[in-house]
């Protein structure tokens, strides 16, 4: 067929469709630069894929991570955090980055573990006589409900984090609830604040497990 004839039927569909085209083509770049301000300024949901924080989450849980209280506030101790772990080496090309601010195509590794440690504390975690773990903030036990049990963890080696060390400023030792089954900073480590993406606040899937994460917290035991 002539490429003049070709070019030809081009130009006329493209004139007869133009404002068709354009009307798509605005609604697509609209929907992209909203779903990058409302993920990067509000939030976005995730699901979870492992045990590592069991019974708090379970596999296949839907949960919706704010990100706007990072322009404001600290993590706290007890906090639920989505972050990219230490070792996760983030490339800033545009296509990554376009990729984690929108969520498409993204294939950077994220965990979410609870904040244990706050910046400036000393920690250690450790076993008594009976087998029973404990985590102690500044020499003190902490209290923390939320674990699948104090009996069940993964033994601490000199290969791990386990303490005693005090954490730099701009860290935070993170910890799963199911401490006998989580790649957790006992293992690679504290976690630099800029690793941060969001906080876990609220489990929305499956209905009958619907609940806030944010009225959990750990205590120093008495």
Known sequence: ??????KNKFLHWYEKNRPAIKETVETVVFVVVMV?????????IRWIPSGSMRPTLMEGDRIFVERFSRFYAEPKR?????????FEQLKNSPGKVFARLTGFFCKDIAYIKRVVGLPGEKYEVKADE????????NDKPLNEPYIKSPYDYTPCTEAMNCGP?????????MLGDNR???????YWGLLPKDRFIGKAVFVFWPFTRAKSLTNQSANYKE
């Open 1 to 6: 067929m002539d490429t003049e004839l070709i």
């Open 36 to 44: 990058i301000i409302i993920r990067f300024f509000v939030g976005e």
């Open 78 to 86: 007890g906090d639920i955090m989505v972050f990219y772990p230490p």
């Open 130 to 137: 009976y087998g029973k773990y404990t985590v102690y903030i």
């Open 165 to 173: 060390a005090v954490i730099p400023e701009g860290h935070y030792l």
């Open 180 to 186: 006998g089954n989580s790649q957790d900073g006992r």
